[in-house]
Every structure is written in C-alpha cells, then in structure tokens.
C-alpha cells in the first residue's frame, strides 16, 4: 500500500509508462504544426500529405455512413468532430470561430487531434490473417463504430473506454510484489494450489525471459541496420545502391518502424515473420527490410538459431516490445548530440569547432559547415523543438540528416572516446509489458496444444469468459489473477480464513467498475466531453501562440472530484521481469503536474511580513535546520525558545537539539549489494565432471577428460567483452562475434533468479532506510507544523553512486509538507565555518577546527560538533528570516553588503 501512494515512485513511472504505452504523447506537449514548415524533404511532405488526405477521405465516407444511420435511427448524431456537450461547447467554438481568420484558416490542427483519438482503434485492427478473415473483421469493427456512432452513452466497451481513459489520466506504475506471490495470494482463495501457481507463474516467467533473450540479437540488428546505412548507403538524396531511407526516419515512424522492430524480434525469436497480406506498402518495405537486415545478421553469426522453441505463443508481447524499442532509440538519439558535445567540451576542444545543441542558434559559419555535409538546409531550426511535429507521432522525429551530421562530429572525436552510437541492451533482465491478450494467450494457451496451464486455468476462468473479459471488461483478468476481488476485511462471512482482501487492491479497481458506478464522471460519454473540451482549449491555445496574443481561455475542469474512493483504475498492462511484478493504473485523482511543488528557495516561499502572517496565522513557527554532508547526510538542529516569542530573535543561548544520520546508513544496502556482487563475480570455480558448482553457469566448460579445469570468473568474462561504441562495420561484426560466444553464460548469470532476487531486495532495503530516516526526521521536527530549512549544498557522493541525499530531502519534503511543515532552502554560505553562538548574538566569530569532528570558537570559548554547526547556522538563517527577512550579518554574502532582499 505504500507504493500504492508513494508519489516519488509515480513520477518516475508515470513518464516512464507515458513513454512506453504509446505513441500520443500527452496533448500539452504537442504543438499543432505551423503552416511555413522550411526544414522538410518536399518528396515526403508530400507523399505524407497524399497519405493524409486519402484517410480522410475514407473517414468521411465512413462518417457520411454511419450519420445516414443514426439519422433514421432517431437519435442523436455523432460526428468524432463535433464537441458533444453543446452547453459547454458554445463558448469555445464561438471562441475559435472569433480567433480564426479567414486567410489563414488552420483547419489542419482543427480536425487533426480529435483524430487521433477516434483513429487508434481503428489502426490496431487492421491486420486479419485471410480475405475472409479480414472482411469478417472489418464487418465487425465497422458494427462497432456504427454502434459508437449511434449512441454514445454506449455501455463502455474495451475499445471507446480505453481511449477515453488513456486521454483522460495519467498513467502511473507500481511494484507490487514478486508475480509468484501476488498469484498466490489471490488465487489461493480461488483453490488453486501453489504447485499449480508454480506452473503459472513459471509460465510468465518463461515468456518474458524468452523476450529478454531475444532482445539483444534484436539491438544488434538495428545497430548494423543503422551502421550500413549511415556509413555506405544512406543519403538524404537516396545514393544508388542505397535503401533510399533515412534510417531514423524509418524506425521512428510509427507504423513502418514499429513493423520493422516487431519483424526483427519475430525473426529472432521464430525465425520467421507471421505472413499476414497486407497491402501498405510501408509495411511491406518495412517487413523486406527486416528480413535484409536479418539474413545479414546471420551471415555474421552463421550458426545463429531461433531462441522459442517453446509452445508460448508471444505475438502480443512482441507488439509491445515495438512499441518499447522505438522509445528506447529515440531517447537515445535524443541524447546524442549532448553526448558528443560533452565529450567534446572534456576534451578541450575548442569552442568554433564544437557543434550547437538544443535551443542553440546556430552561427553562420556552423550554418554553412552543416550545409556543405549535409547539402541542404535543415539547421535553422534548433534540434529538439517541435516546430517539425507534423504527423501523429510527430514528436519521434528527428531532423533529416541529424544521424548523419552527428555521426560525423561523433567520428572526430578519438577512437577511445567515443560515445555508445546505438543503444545496447543490458545483459540483465528488463521489464516486459505484458497485455491482458497476452496473459490470455500465454496461460490459457488458446490453439496450442501442450500448455500445462490450460487446465489449471480452465478451472479458475473459462477460456470464453476470459476471451469476454479481455474484449470488454478491462482489468477484470488481471484483478482476479493478481489482486484478487475485494472482500470485507476481517470477515470471513463466505467461509474460510483465506478470504481476505489483499492490501493492492485496497484502492484499485478496474476502469469498467469505475464507467459502471459513476458514469457521469468516469462514463465514456463524460470522458469523451472532457477529452472534446481540452482539445478545444488546445487548438485555441495554439492559435493564440500562433498570433501572439494571450490566451485568455482556462483549460476545462475536470470530471472527476475528491468523492471517490478509488483513486486507481487497472488498466489492462502488467510488466514484469518474470520475478517482480509492476502494476499500470491510471490515477483518477489527475494530479496534473505530478502532485508536489519542488523545494523552492525560503525567498520564494516566504516573500514578506504577510505571506509569513498569512501562512502562520500570525503564530511563529520553530526552526529546524538541515545541513546535508558528505558524511553526516543530514545533520538536523532545532532551536527552542523559551517561553514566549518576544519580537527579537532570542539573545541567551536556546536550547538546541541535534539529530545526525549518517550518510552510510542510506548507502550501506547499496554497498553491501555491490560487495557481494563483486565477491560473486570475481569467484573462481575449479569443476570437474559431475561435481557441479553453482548450477549451471561454471560446470560447462568442463574438460572431457575429467581433469580438474580452472574456468573463468564472470568478472574475467566481462573485461573480456569489446567496447560498447564501436562506429565501423568491421568492428562491429568482430565485437558480434566475440559477444554471442560469452553472452549465453553471462546471461545466466546477470539474468538468473539469484541475481533478479538481490536486485530487488537491495532496491526495498534502500527504500527502507530512506524511510527509516524520513521517519526519524519526522518525529525529530514534532506535530506541530515548523519551517525546515535544508542547506541547498551540493555534493559528491565520492563513490561513484548517484547521490541519495536528494532523494532523501525530496521523498522527506513530501511528507512533511503532508503535515503541514514547510520546506525551504536557504543558501548555505559560511553556514559551516561560523560560531553559531556568536551568529546569534549577532557577532562575528569564525570556529577553529582543532580535531577532525570538532570546532572550537575562540570568542566565545564554545566546543561544537562539526556538523551540527551548519545545521545550527540554518536554522538560525531561516529564523531571523521569519523575523525581519535578512541575514545574519555574520553569514552574509560579500556581494549582498546589508540585507539579503
Ligand atoms: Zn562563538
């Protein structure tokens, strides 16, 4: 349950999540495209845009239909175009109508994003396996659209409820355990046995691993796709002899690069592609290029074989491994060019010479280098803007040309320096999404023969119904295959102890219940309208930033309020390593900008006389200061003052309570983990035939003769592995060679249950002591609501680790301010070296440090623990701050002689 609510964990995941579920990014971030559009190849804009007029075209026809329909239906039309809600829809149009001017009408963003809604369904069911097939699906999906057209306060259906949730709210992840445990907690009641469990979840765990293992042989392939075309073939122009394609532009593409991904990944795993017909001609490419690409591959590795020899069925997992992958890329891409120039700046480079990044504008000679590289035009506009988001999936795309350039400046740069140039995938086991149709087929198994889990599931949900579930009642299977439903705690009316609630699924339900129960704000009709309205209040917030005016319409209210009790809403994905399990909800609450404010400076927070009036109510808080350090994490002061606040700060000596935790406690499981992964990796095994040491990972290389063989620690492997950022082909094909002959062991080793199990166990223990600590420094600061202060030092951790000082300050901050407290920074300047006895009293005394740990003030004759004097110092500054807004003079900065406003 703490996970459930732990904010900190949402934000991470909720990005990551948005990242991974989907193309459409959330609609804040999309920028309508601007008519003048200079940095396009022309051949594709307009290929692009005969694209586009033709699927409107067929959408119109489709809507003409379905209109005559509902017309002699008598009942109320339905355009995917129009705002449903006429009372709220007036104002907007009349709005939008006022804003546009005829000449330079923007009917493009106008009907482009409602599009994108209305559009997903219809995308994703476009590819049966026969004509029959695919006439029998169009009939169906066109019934259904007739449906949805005919009356939109349609009972949710899987389809129209998805799409209006997913439009709706964020997406958030949480851990909720190891997938072998959830199951059994939910489907003991049920009368499952935890051998038949065992089957079940060995049985997801199976998939995943198998996605894990073909991964690698799938980076590597894009890897050598992008290599050939970037070093021999590739050019804006289509050189002869070349594919003609950008190979950013191909992958990134959502349908050609998608279908590129998940042919490779089908490749590798079955070693071949499902041969569907299909007549896009982008699919069709995409699908030769992948078999091109994969036969090169093999003739890189020639005795490379297929990794599923298994009756597990993963077409739907392979979808999401797509989806994943292009997200991968382009955050890697992304990075590239302040990579580069990173490596470059530490390098010494001179400034002339090291390329623009990012919201840079380029200079003149840059502008024409480029131009003479590239032979066109495309650096006006600065990298990353989304100035060129024209399609859907616009925000995918890079700038023709940009792998090229960069891959040129990444060529200058001394062989061993060199950045990675494509995304490796890890060695460990990554989290797979996995889909309610997934889970279907994987354990129920459908046509495929040979599924030990078919009976077992059979007994707990037929395979009709759970066909149903998937196709309409969306997070049914997964509640009651790892949730398990809601029962009243503490009674066990309906017989047996088991029967008891688990703690996930306190506040968690599916998105049917949740349309079902309240339909007027979670119902697909109030979804629909909130999704119109914000995509009005988009368009008009566009136009406006096209004119340059401001935008004097508020984004719509949301439908939802603090009534409801559940705050989650299951979607229909888990993702799981085959050990942990992650659930994905959407948040109903809506908490737009992720809930919390950052910590901000005590000048912002407390401006003046009347916001500290305002925010005490004329009370005056105590002060607690924190002074986070590289040993000490956090030295925490609080100064008590007797009796009455008097107007002044207090001249006599307050009594002053420390609180000290040390930094070593919030890194200890993180070193202890990796003292033991060390420890492991350097082991050194000496195995002789049929004494097996360790499973399986050391006894293969076992010498037929039966002598005693030394084999290699993990350790001596991987020092053995080539370098990462290899940029020739020749190199890379060496490196391919070297790598598939040592990854299987590796992989054994990085992937196996032992190490998934550290990995997750380091990760809660982690999270254990930062909340060992956010609890010590709760109780240290009291009930009553008080100012905290934390000096906005900065540190290095010194060992290489990533700093858990802001973690702690921030995960502290949420909590303390849930109770009321404030959380500020102040500027730590001289905090440390001044006598804060002294600073008091308002006199100047810098400490002397006789011994390591301890100071000494030479004025007043005072003896204090080092750390506890900045803290100390804080607290004072946040205190005469509260006071009369200035500084202790003694911790002044130069450059700000009096006051410190
Ligand atoms: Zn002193």
Avoid at 201 to 219: D, M, Q
Avoid at 323 to 347: D, E, I, N, Q, Y
Avoid at 551 to 566: A, D, G
Wanted: positive net charge; contains cysteine.
């Amino acid at each position: 349950m703490k996970a459930l609510l732990d904010l900190e964990y949402q934000k991470i995941a909720e990005a990551q999540a948005r990242a991974a579920m989907g193309f459409t990014p959330p609609m804040e971030d999309k920028k309508p495209a601007p008519e003048k559009n200079a940095n396009r190849i022309r051949t594709a804009k307009t290929r692009r845009a005969r694209r586009k007029a033709a699927k409107r075209n067929r959408k119109r026809k489709k809507w003409r239909k379905s209109r005559f329909k509902s017309r002699t239906d008598n009942q109320d039309r339905y355009s995917p175009h129009s705002v449903s809600d006429p009372a709220t829809a007036t104002p907007v149009s009349d709005h939008q109508l006022s804003t546009m001017s005829p000449s330079q009408p923007k009917k493009q963003p106008v009907d482009k994003q409602p599009k994108a809604v209305q559009d997903s369904p219809s995308a994703s069911s476009s590819s049966p396996t026969d004509r029959s097939a695919k006439n029998k699906k169009r009939k169906a999906s066109s019934k259904k659209k007739l449906a949805r057209a005919r009356n939109i306060d349609a009972t949710p259906t899987a389809t129209n409820l998805k799409d209006a949730f997913k439009f709706a709210f964020p997406t958030i992840t949480q851990t909720v355990g190891s997938l072998k445990g959830c199951l059994r907690r939910s489907l003991r009641p049920l009368g499952i046995s935890d051998d038949q469990v065992d089957i079940i979840a060995s049985r997801l765990e199976k998939a995943t691993s198998l996605i894990n293992e073909a991964r690698p042989h799938v980076f590597r392939m894009i890897q050598l796709f992008i290599l050939e075309e970037v070093t021999t073939a590739f050019s804006p122009q289509g050189a002869p002899g070349g594919t003609d394609v950008d190979p950013l532009d191909l992958l990134m593409n959502k349908t050609s690069g998608q279908t590129f991904i998940r042919g490779l990944m089908s490749l590798a795993l079955n070693g071949k592609i499902a041969d569907k017909p299909c007549k896009k001609a982008d699919s069709i490419r995409s699908r030769e290029l992948a078999q091109r690409v994969y036969a090169r591959y093999k003739t890189i590795i020639p005795d490379f074989s297929p990794i599923n020899t298994t009756d597990i069925p993963l077409g739907d997992m392979q979808m999401e491994f797509g989806l994943a992958t292009v997200v991968c890329l382009h955050t890697h891409f992304r990075k590239l060019p302040s990579t580069v120039t990173g490596k470059m700046v530490k390098l010494g480079w001179s400034k002339d010479v090291i390329p623009l990044v990012d919201g840079e504008v380029p200079s003149e000679a840059q502008r024409q280098q480029d131009k003479d590289a590239l032979d066109e035009p495309s650096t006006t506009t600065p990298l990353g803007s989304d100035e060129h988001a024209t399609d859907d999936d616009g925000c995918y795309k890079f700038e023709a040309g940009f792998l090229r350039t960069w891959w040129g400046h990444l060529l200058s740069l001394p062989a061993e320096k060199r950045p990675v140039f494509c995304p490796q995938p890890k060695l460990r086991d990554t989290f797979v999404m996995i889909q309610e149709r997934a889970v279907k087929r994987i354990l129920w198994g459908g046509t495929v023969k040979n599924n030990p889990a078919k009976n077992i599931m059979e007994t707990i949900l037929s395979f009709e119904d759970a066909s149903d579930y998937v196709d309409s009642d969306y997070g049914r299977i997964l509640e009651t295959l790892f949730y398990g439903r809601r029962r009243p705690v503490g009674h066990d009316n309906d017989g047996g102890p088991d029967l008891r609630r688990t703690s996930y699924a306190k506040r968690t339900t599916t998105m049917a219940e949740l349309a079902e129960g309240d339909p007027s704000r979670y119902g697909y009709r109030s979804l629909q309208d909130y999704c119109n309205r914000k995509l009005a209040y988009l368009r008009i917030a566009a136009n406006c930033r096209e004119e340059d005016v401001p935008c004097t319409q508020s984004p719509p209210e949301f439908p939802s309020n603090t009534n409801t009790k559940t705050r989650y809403a299951l979607n229909n994905m888990i993702r799981s390593n085959g050990l942990e399990l992650q659930i994905l909800a959407y948040d109903t609450k809506h908490e737009p900008h992720g809930g919390l404010d950052p910590v901000m400076r005590i000048e912002k927070v407390l401006p003046d006389e009347d916001a500290i009036a305002r925010i005490f109510q004329g009370q005056i808080p105590k002060c607690r200061g924190w002074d986070p350090g590289e040993v000490v994490a956090a030295a925490l002061c609080l100064i008590e003052h007797e009796g009455e606040w008097n107007g002044e700060p207090d001249p006599g000596d307050p009594p002053v309570t420390n609180l000290m935790i040390r930094r070593a406690a919030l890194y200890s499981p993180t070193t202890a983990a990796r003292s033991e992964r060390v420890r492991v990796k350097n082991r050194k095994a000496q195995v002789v035939p049929g004494e097996g040491i360790d499973g399986g990972i050391w006894a293969r290389d076992v010498d037929p003769t039966g002598a005693r063989t030394e084999v290699p620690s993990i350790h001596n492997m991987e020092s053995r592995l080539p370098p990462k950022g290899q940029v020739t082909v020749e190199d890379f094909e060496e490196s391919v060679r070297v790598k598939v002959s040592m990854e299987p062991l590796l992989r054994e080793f990085e992937g196996s249950r032992r190490m998934k199990k550290a990995a997750w166990e380091e990760k809660k223990s982690v999270r254990a002591e930062l909340d060992m600590a956010v609890a010590a420094i709760l109780r240290f600061c009291g009930p009553e609501p008080c100012v905290i202060a934390i000096g906005n030092g900065k540190f290095r951790t010194g060992i290489n680790m990533s700093s858990k000082h802001e973690t702690l300050q921030s995960l502290f901050a949420k909590k303390a301010r849930a109770q009321g407290h404030i959380v500020v920074f102040v500027d730590e300047y001289l905090t440390s070296t001044m006598c804060p006895a002294c600073t008091a009293r308002g006199e100047t005394s810098r400490m002397a440090k006789p011994t390591s740990r301890s100071c000494v003030c030479l004025t007043c004759g005072r003896w204090i623990n080092r750390d506890s004097v900045g803290a100390h110092n804080i607290a004072l500054i946040a205190e005469q701050w509260l006071f009369d807004q200035s500084r202790p003079i003694s911790l002044l900065r130069p450059s700000v002689p009096t006051s410190y406003k």
